[in-house]
């Protein structure tokens, strides 16, 4: 059997950490089915990060993805927008809620950027790259690239949305991307994650675990 591989991060790579929210967390707006369980994973990893970017879910209120715009509608139904079929939520992670705070018990100081995303009142942005227009960018490629990265890992909530969409954007941007399954948990709403699993299959996301992660 192939050895394992096992990666030391350099100067290269950075740590994309998605969405560690109060609202994605138990008793959050939107929980997460143990989404209390990747924070210490990923405050174990980020200390193998030199370079790390948090993401945040950032929704004004009354936000198309929230179920409660939508007349008739119940939350995890999924409805037609402009730019395709959405999914509708729980109202979660509001601007300046304390939902929508980063987890206090996140450890990452050193954390260098935050790209706060779905502020857009009528587009919905699991990815940390492009809005599900797939059209609006929010930033993180230029970022990314203007600074060197060659590599992105990508961990954190929800797996099977934000996390994946995340990664599979990485990947389409040009970068060498890895989601780290152990250090993510997933929602799992109507074959989602089965879904999620193909797609970051086909665009050659690499699924790996924490313990690959060398943390000198
Ligand atoms: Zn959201």
């Given at each position: 059997m192939a050895e394992r591989m096992t990666i030391k991060p350099g100067e290269n790579d950075i740590l994309i950490v998605v969405d560690v929210q109060n609202d994605f967390l138990p008793g959050g707006a939107l929980a997460v089915p143990e989404g209390d369980a990747v924070i210490e994973p990923i405050n174990r990893l980020a200390r193998a990060f030199r370079h790390v970017v948090l993401t945040q879910d950032w929704h004004p209120e009354g936000h198309a993805s929230f179920a409660s715009s939508h007349p008739a509608k119940?939350?995890?139904?999924?409805?037609?927008?402009h730019y395709g079929p959405q999914v509708l939520w729980p109202d979660h992670c509001v601007q300046?809620?304390?939902?929508?705070?980063i987890a206090r018990e996140l450890d990452i100081p050193h954390a260098q950027l935050v790209i706060r995303k779905g502020y857009n009142a009528g587009i919905d942005s699991y990815s940390g790259f492009k809005e599900a227009d797939r059209q609006t960018s929010t930033g993180p490629a230029g970022y990314l690239q203007e600074r060197g990265f060659r590599r992105v890992f990508c961990a954190g909530l929800a797996l099977d949305f934000c996390v994946a969409w995340?990664?599979?954007d990485a990947a389409e941007a040009g970068f060498e991307t890895y989601l780290i399954e152990d250090a993510?948990?997933?929602i799992d709403t109507n074959g989602s994650l089965e879904k999620a699993r193909q797609d970051l299959e086909a665009a050659g996301v690499r699924m790996i675990k924490s313990d690959q992660i060398v943390v000198a």
């Open positions: 119940q939350p995890f139904e999924t409805t037609d927008l300046g809620t304390p939902g929508a705070e995340t990664a599979l993510s948990r997933a």
